[in-house]
């Protein structure tokens, strides 16, 4: 999975729209869309603020790939972990 897919995949699982990403940015819907397009190349501090909105640190959002499982509960307001196991579970 390239980075911007996984930035897309983290967003939508945890529910939230591009437009309320982008304002947590201070930047447009559209030069968001663009990073989640792959149309942009990102610089590491956008990045660092993407995986800080995520709740996550940097090097996870980099090395999260299809080995990576997503343990969530409760609600999608509810902060996710990683773990690097081969299950997943939703409770």
Known sequence: MKLHEKIRFIRQLKG????EVANQLEMSVN???SIERG?????????EKIAAIFGMELLELLGL?????FNLT????????????????IE
Not at 74 to 89: M, P, R, V, Y
């Open 16 to 19: 939230w729209s591009q437009e």
């Open 65 to 69: 790939n299809e080995t990576t499982v």
């Open 74 to 89: 409760g609600d999608h307001h509810t902060q996710f972990h990683l773990s690097h196991i081969n299950s997943f579970s």
């Open 31 to 33: 030069g968001y869309g």
């Open 39 to 47: 149309e942009t190349d990102v610089k590491l501090s956008r990045l």
